[in-house]
């Protein structure tokens, strides 16, 4: 049996693909429970966007992760990918969706109030009035 040529394997994948009027190539395939599009590759499961990419544009070192810079979970367009470290693309996905990651203690929060702040420095703060108060 012979191997499958990348050509053969691009045109593979291209058949779980939808281009959409945003500019997205919605993967139309399997997803997972968190909406990223899934493919077998060599008898495993990979993530669709990482396999297209390698196949598109080369390899990525282990420690990078691809940013979707559509926000769009679903899409596998190399154009709307960046390769960023793992700490970058999380920040990005948080500034996002409006959450707020702490650079001193790498937490996370978001009040109702809709002001976005880390818990432990907002502890910090009311303990600092707090004293201020009884010292006064």
């Not at 709307?80 to 990005?92: K, Y």
Request: hydrophobic share 30%.
């Amino acid at each position: 049996m012979t191997e499958p040529t990348t050509e053969h394997l691009i045109r593979t994948l291209l058949r779980n693909v939808r281009p959409d009027t945003s500019g997205c190539w919605e993967w139309t395939g399997p997803r997972d429970t968190d909406g990223y599009g899934k493919a077998s590759a060599d008898g495993r499961t990979v993530s669709a966007h990482r396999w297209l990419w390698t196949l598109l544009r080369g390899e990525l070192p282990p420690t990078q992760h691809l940013d979707h810079l559509c926000r769009n979970r679903a899409c596998v367009s190399p154009d709307h990918l960046e390769p960023v470290s793992c700490g970058e693309n999380i920040r990005r996905g948080h500034l996002a969706r409006g959450t707020h990651i702490c650079p001193e203690h790498g937490l996370k929060s978001r009040r109702a109030s809709g002001r976005l702040v880390c818990r432990a420095c907002d502890a910090r703060a009311a303990r600092i009035r707090r004293a201020a108060q009884h010292a006064a």
